[in-house]
Every structure is written in C-alpha cells, then in structure tokens.
T-cell receptor, first 111, second 114 residues
Framework: GENVEQHPSTLSVQEGDSAVIKCTYSDSASNYFPWYKQELGKGPQLIIDIRSNVGEKKDQRIAVTLNKTAKHFSLHITETQPEDSAVYFCAASTGDSTLTFGKGTMLLVSP | DAGVIQSPRHEVTEMGQEVTLRCKPISGHNSLFWYRQTMMRGLELLIYFNNNVPIDDSGMPEDRFSAKMPNASFSTLKIQPSEPRDSAVYFC????????????FGPGTRLTVT
C-alpha cells in the first residue's frame, strides 16, 4: 500500500519568515495530494490540494508543489503569522483509494 | 452548511463499559470515514463507508470495535468492552464520491477510558 513520509516533524520560524514542509510517497499511481491544518482541539481542516496534472498551485500565502518523477510534494507558507501555528498533515491517494496521511509537522511561528 | 457533526465531544468511561460515538456527515456526501488519532500512531483510518456500505474495515483494531451506517445521514462507532488503550481522539470525516477525494473532518470525540 501507499506510504507517506513527512519532514520535518517540528518546525520553528520567526513571524514573517517562510516555512516549507516536505512529503514523499511510494505509490506512483497516487494522483491526489491534499494538505490539512489541525489546530489544537480541532479536527484537521483541508487548506489546499493538488492533483497530478499540475505542478504547482497557490492560494494567497500558501502554495503546494508536486514532483511526480521524484514522488515528492511540498507545502510552502510565506510571510508566516502566529495564527499559522498548528500541526500540518500531508496525504496521498490514487483517487479510488482512501487517503494515506503523513505523521504531521508541528509548526510554531514566534512573534 | 453545518459541517460534519460528532457527539459527544468528550467521553470518559471506565474499562469494560460500552462506548458509542456518533457522526452526522455533510449533506450530499456519500463517503464517510472513521479515524483514530494518538500521539504514538498519528491519524489512523479505522473504516470507510461508501453509499452506506462498509468498503474497507481493515483498520478496525479488533472485534471490540464495530461501526454502522444505517442511513446517509448517520453513523456510529461502538467499542465494547472499552479498554484504557482505546483512549484517543476519534474523528469522523465525509466526502463526495470515492475515498480519495476531499475529506472534511468533524471536531472529534476525545475518549478517555480509565
């Protein structure tokens, strides 16, 4: 089955800096890659996703890039703010299968 | 839209007791998922329903766990008998279409078994 590795497990940045979280996947048939943000005491919230027919997608301060050849994808957050502090999860699926999640990255943005 | 609704939000019970967690998916979504989240194991898929039919229950830990979806707007996850190692946050999520599409999570139920 699919295996998703996520790095780093924790990431500390200063407000205004950029943050990058990276994931690799094992199943070359995977074609859907969402990112979730989980705040303390809440359920994971979908923040952005990408499908394999595109290499990059942006939504304001967040962007996701996909390299299908290398089987890795990344989340980029620019101009980080304290409210970006949360746990971020990447996931992958083939579309017919269920999502396989990474272990998560705890992002801490210091004022 | 109210989003995915779960109840109760918190449950504290003694070992050996039966626990029932409830979920109402987003209207119009035909796939429903139950997950368990712990620090040690992260987010684990327990079971996945499509059109009220269980499609993949390979993540259900053991026979003490069971899940039902009697109609498109309601699902339950039952643990009987409960054990301390079942303590975790249980999430329900729903999506349109198959399991690999955008999933929307509920707020979760924090279960503590003493």
């Amino acid at each position: 089955g699919e295996n998703v590795e996520q790095h780093p497990s924790t990431l500390s940045v200063q407000e205004g800096d950029s943050a990058v979280i990276k994931c690799t996947y094992s199943d070359s048939a995977s074609n859907y890659f969402p990112w979730y943000k989980q705040e303390l005491g809440k359920g994971p919230q979908l923040i952005i996703d990408i499908r394999s027919n595109v290499g990059e997608k942006k939504d304001q301060r967040i962007a996701v890039t996909l390299n299908k050849t290398a089987k890795h994808f990344s989340l980029h957050i620019t101009e980080t703010q304290p409210e970006d502090s949360a746990v971020y999860f990447c996931a992958a699926s083939t579309g017919d299968s269920t999502l396989t999640f990474g272990k998560g990255t705890m992002l801490l943005v210091s004022p | 839209d109210a989003g995915v609704i779960q109840s109760p939000r918190h449950e504290v019970t003694e070992m050996g007791q039966e626990v029932t967690l409830r979920c109402k998916p987003i209207s119009g979504h035909n796939s429903l998922f139950w997950y368990r989240q712990t620090m040690m194991r992260g987010l684990e898929l327990l079971i996945y329903f499509n059109n009220n039919v269980p499609i993949d229950d390979s993540g259900m830990p053991e026979d003490r766990f069971s899940a039902k979806m009697p109609n498109a707007s309601f699902s339950t996850l039952k643990i009987q008998p409960s054990e301390p190692r079942d303590s975790a946050v249980y999430f329900c999520a729903s999506s349109r279409g198959q399991g690999g599409n955008e999933q929307y999570f509920g707020p979760g139920t924090r279960l503590t078994v003493t």
